[in-house]
C-alpha cells in the first residue's frame, strides 16, 4: 500500500490530472506532474511541474526518484515509457493496456478477439485497403488509428472516393473505416479495477455530443434497465480482460436497441466528471486508490446529475470565434441552484477546447436536467 505522504506521478497536465491531483492532495499525497505545456491545469496545483515531453528519459529519471506509483491522464503516452517506469515503481494502468486503448485498430481488434460487441469496421492501411472495403460499410466513419480526441482525425464519408479522399487527406496513415451507426443513444460506463480484481462501477450515464465533442452527461442514464446491466457487464469484462487497474471509461453505442463498445480510455472519463459531486467517491478517488492499493471507495450516486462541458467558444462574445475576447459572466450560472462550476485555469480558449465545466445535482432527474439546460442557455 502506498501511504501518505507519499508522492505520485501524474503523466500528462490536463484537467483530468488537475482533478487527480486534487483528489490526491485531499488525502494527504504529493504530486508530481510531467508535461510538456508550461501552462497545463495539473501542472500548475502539482508539488511539482516536469516540464518536459514523455520520451525525456532524464526527466522520467527524476520522476521515478521522487514517486511511489506513477499514473496516466493521457491515453497517448507511449507505452514505452510505461514500460520503462514500470522498471523502478508501480504504474497503473499498464503499457499493456494503454497501448490497446491509444490505437484504434489494437482497440476493435481486443474487442473481436474477446467476442465483445462492437459495430462493423475495416481496418485500412493502403489506397487499396480503402478501395476493397465492403461496400455495406458505407456510409461510414473514417479515423485515424492514433491520436484523435473530441472528434478531431474523424472524416464522415458516403462512399469509398470520399473515404479515399480523407485517407489522403489524414496523410496516408493507417485508419479505421466504420459503419456510420444510427444512433438510439450514447452511453458510457466508469469503471475502478484495483489489483485483487475488484471492480467498483459507476452508474452508466448518457452522452449527447455536438460536433463530435462531449456536451452533455446525464447521469443515471434514464435507458432500460436490461441495457444498464449489459453496459456494467461489458464494462466489466473489457477491465478483466485488460487486467486493467485503475479507472477506466468505456463508451457505448445503443444502436436497434442493442449495445456496442464505442472506445475505451485508459483513464477518468469527461463523462465522469459529476462522480466529484454527485457521488460517494470520484472517479478520481478512485484513481488514487486503486494506484495506491488502497480498498476501492463506495461508488453509489447521492444525486442525480447532469454535467455540462464550457467550450472555448464562450470566451468570444456573440459565440462567434471572431467576437471579443472576454471572460463569460459566470454569476449567471451562480444563480442557478445546485450547480458547481468547474474551471480549468487553461491559459487560452480555443474553439472546441474544453475549458471547464458545471455539474447541477438534484433529487429528480427531470428537474436537474431542466435546470442544466438553462445553465447551459444562460452562459451562451
Ligand atoms: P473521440 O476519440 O473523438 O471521442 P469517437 O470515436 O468516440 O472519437 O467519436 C466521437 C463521436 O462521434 C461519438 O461519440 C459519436 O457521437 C460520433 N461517432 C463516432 N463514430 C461513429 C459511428 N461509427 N457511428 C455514429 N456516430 C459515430
Ligand atoms: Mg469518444
Request: hydrophobic share 45%; glycine share 10%.
Amino acid at each position: 500500500m502506498i501511504l501518505p505522504p507519499a508522492t505520485l506521478g501524474m503523466l500528462g497536465g490536463g484537467q483530468l490530472g488537475r482533478f487527480f491531483v486534487s483528489a490526491a492532495h485531499e488525502m494527504g499525497y504529493r504530486v508530481w506532474v510531467l508535461d510538456p505545456d508550461s501552462h497545463s491545469p495539473a501542472g500548475l496545483i502539482a508539488d511539482r511541474h516536469l516540464v518536459a515531453a514523455y520520451d525525456d528519459y532524464a526527466a522520467l529519471d527524476e520522476l521515478a526518484g521522487a514517486c511511489a506509483g506513477v499514473t496516466t491522464e493521457f491515453e497517448n503516452v507511449p507505452a514505452a515509457t510505461l514500460d520503462y517506469l514500470a522498471k523502478f515503481l508501480s504504474v497503473h494502468p499498464s503499457a499493456s493496456a494503454v497501448a490497446v486503448c491509444q490505437n484504434r485498430i489494437a482497440e476493435k481488434t481486443f474487442l473481436a478477439d474477446n467476442g465483445l460487441p462492437h459495430g462493423p469496421f475495416a481496418v485500412v492501411r493502403s489506397e487499396a485497403e480503402v478501395r476493397n472495403a465492403a461496400p455495406e460499410l458505407f456510409p461510414a466513419v473514417l479515423k485515424v488509428a492514433r491520436f484523435g480526441y473530441d472528434g478531431k482525425g474523424q472524416a464522415r464519408v458516403a462512399n469509398p472516393d470520399e473515404a479515399l479522399h480523407a485517407f489522403h487527406q489524414f496523410g496516408g496513415e493507417a485508419c479505421m473505416l466504420e459503419k456510420m451507426l444510427s444512433l438510439d443513444c450514447e452511453l458510457s460506463v466508469v469503471l475502478a479495477r484495483d489489483e485483487a480484481g475488484n471492480v467498483s462501477c459507476f452508474d452508466p450515464s448518457e452522452n449527447r455530443h455536438r460536433h463530435g465533442i462531449l456536451d452533455i452527461t446525464i447521469a443515471p442514464a434514464g435507458v432500460a434497465s436490461a441495457l444498464i446491466a449489459r453496459a456494467r457487464e461489458v464494462a466489466g469484462q473489457i477491465a478483466e480482460k485488460l487486467d486493467y487497474v485503475g479507472t477506466l471509461g468505456v463508451e457505448f453505442f445503443v444502436c436497434g436497441g442493442a449495445l456496442y463498445v464505442n472506445e475505451m480510455a485508459p483513464r477518468p472519463h469527461n463523462s465522469g466528471h459529476h462522480t466529484i459531486d454527485a457521488c460517494v467517491t470520484s472517479q478520481y478517488e478512485q484513481q488514487v486508490r486503486a494506484l495506491c492499493g488502497l480498498p476501492l471507495g463506495e461508488p453509489r450516486a447521492h444525486s442525480a446529475a447532469v454535467m455540462v462541458n464550457l467550450l472555448g467558444e464562450l470566451w468570444y462574445d456573440g459565440a462567434h470565434m471572431g467576437g471579443t475576447y472576454r471572460e463569460p459572466d459566470w454569476s449567471v450560472l451562480h444563480a442557478v441552484p445546485n450547480l458547481r462550476l468547474h474551471l480549468y485555469a487553461k491559459h487560452h480558449a480555443r474553439a472546441g477546447r474544453k475549458m471547464g465545466h458545471f455539474t447541477v445535482i438534484g433529487g429528480d432527474a427531470e428537474k436537474t436536467l431542466a435546470a442544466a439546460l438553462h445553465g447551459r442557455a444562460v452562459i451562451g
